[in-house]
């Protein structure tokens, strides 16, 4: 787990969900060998979801990755405290013409998808599910003001054919595939905001990368195809680009990843079964890795 470059700062993102289970801790442990020999481990807790972030687990983190032995920089950033940052860059991405407010629901979208030329199957599904037809993009200025005005809920959503007009071709380089093309097509026009929650993951974690200095982001392969869309919001919001590396993900006995809602392998739990932190370490690799 030792990084190329040993000067890295990089960081540990966690979403106080749900407790940090064993999956969480050799993620954070991988972020940590990145930052040795003067590198910088940042912590850093993703909270914008107001419904599902919770003081205990934010609690619950820092009690967690101290018991690890991890050390991290002060002050952590807490993405609750920053909403106007992620406004500025929604306002960037405005005016630049990017971004069109989305008024379908769920089940209109589905039902969008359902009656339209191409059978349901046909229909390419993107890392977030089905990709969304496109309904609201052709609404006149005017029609979206009134609706607006009228107080429908409505979603913020990025032009990502036409993002990717203007920037052309991007890649990154990931340490453990080399140099990768970026392909956020994958994402159709992805939401980028909420009337509930003001900003995505993807706008939030790609701000604050850049804001903070991370010069090398490492998560879970799971993420691996969030990348291909943060490349092109760094093209678009000129944010440098770091390098990154997605980590194979544990997986329990039964085949699946740790999940949050499977309380038997959270850190706490095995800490009240008297677990130590040298047993998590040595259990890493008795849990079987994972790739995409
Ligand atoms: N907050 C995200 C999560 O808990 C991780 C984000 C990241 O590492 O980019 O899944």
Same mark, same amino acid.
């Given at each position: 787990?030792?990084?190329?470059?040993?000067?890295?700062? *990089?960081?540990? @993102?966690?979403?106080?969900?749900?407790?940090?289970?064993?999956?969480?801790?050799?993620?954070?442990?991988?972020? @940590?060998?990145?930052?040795?020999?003067?590198?910088?481990?940042?912590?850093?807790?993703?909270?914008?979801?107001?419904?599902? =972030?919770?003081?205990?687990?934010?609690?619950?983190?820092?009690?967690?990755?101290?018991?690890?032995?991890?050390?991290?920089?002060?002050?952590?950033?807490?993405?609750?405290?920053? &909403?106007?940052?992620?406004?500025?860059?929604?306002?960037?991405?405005?005016?630049?013409?990017?971004?069109?407010?989305?008024? =379908?629901?769920? #089940?209109?979208?589905?039902?969008?998808?359902?009656?339209?030329?191409?059978?349901?199957?046909?229909?390419?599904?993107?890392?977030?599910?089905?990709?969304?037809?496109?309904?609201?993009?052709?609404?006149?200025?005017?029609?979206?003001?009134?609706?607006?005005?009228?107080?429908?809920?409505?979603?913020?959503?990025?032009?990502?054919?036409?993002?990717?007009?203007?920037?052309?071709?991007?890649?990154?380089?990931?340490?453990?595939?080399?140099?990768?093309?970026?392909?956020?097509?994958?994402?159709?026009?992805?939401?980028? #905001?909420?009337?509930?929650?003001?900003?995505?993951?993807?706008?939030? =974690?790609?701000?604050?990368?850049?804001?903070?200095?991370?010069?090398?982001?490492?998560?879970?392969?799971?993420?691996?195809?969030? *990348?291909?869309? $943060?490349?092109?919001?760094?093209?678009?919001?000129?944010?440098?680009?770091?390098?990154?590396?997605?980590?194979?993900?544990?997986?329990?006995?039964?085949?699946?990843? &740790?999940?949050?809602?499977?309380?038997?392998?959270?850190?706490? =739990?095995?800490?009240?079964?008297?677990?130590?932190?040298?047993?998590?370490?040595?259990?890493?690799?008795?849990?079987?890795?994972? $790739?995409?």
């Amino acid at each position: 787990m030792k990084s190329i470059n040993p000067a890295h700062t *990089t960081r540990f @993102a966690p979403s106080p969900t749900g407790y940090l289970h064993i999956g969480h801790a050799f993620s954070a442990m991988d972020a @940590a060998s990145a930052a040795t020999d003067q590198g910088r481990l940042l912590l850093r807790i993703e909270d914008t979801d107001k419904g599902r =972030c919770k003081a205990v687990f934010e609690d619950a983190i820092y009690e967690d990755l101290a018991w690890l032995g991890l050390g991290w920089e002060l002050p952590v950033r807490r993405q609750s405290e920053h &909403f106007d940052d992620y406004q500025s860059a929604l306002k960037d991405l405005d005016r630049l013409g990017l971004l069109y407010p989305c008024f =379908c629901t769920r #089940a209109q979208i589905l039902r969008e998808i359902e009656n339209s030329a191409l059978a349901p199957h046909q229909h390419m599904n993107g890392p977030n599910g089905p990709v969304y037809p496109g309904t609201c993009r052709q609404l006149a200025k005017a029609e979206q003001k009134r609706r607006i005005r009228n107080g429908e809920p409505n979603a913020i959503r990025l032009r990502t054919d036409v993002a990717l007009k203007g920037t052309g071709a991007l890649t990154w380089t990931d340490e453990l595939r080399g140099e990768v093309n970026a392909t956020p097509e994958i994402f159709g026009d992805v939401i980028l #905001a909420r009337k509930d929650t003001l900003v995505s993951y993807h706008l939030a =974690c790609t701000w604050d990368d850049a804001l903070q200095g991370v010069t090398l982001v490492t998560r879970g392969e799971d993420l691996f195809p969030s *990348t291909h869309l $943060h490349r092109l919001l760094q093209a678009l919001l000129n944010l440098p680009t770091p390098s990154y590396r997605h980590h194979s993900l544990l997986i329990g006995k039964d085949g699946k990843k &740790f999940s949050k809602r499977n309380q038997s392998f959270t850190l706490r =739990c095995l800490r009240s079964l008297g677990w130590t932190k040298q047993q998590v370490i040595s259990e890493f690799d008795h849990l079987k890795a994972w $790739h995409l």
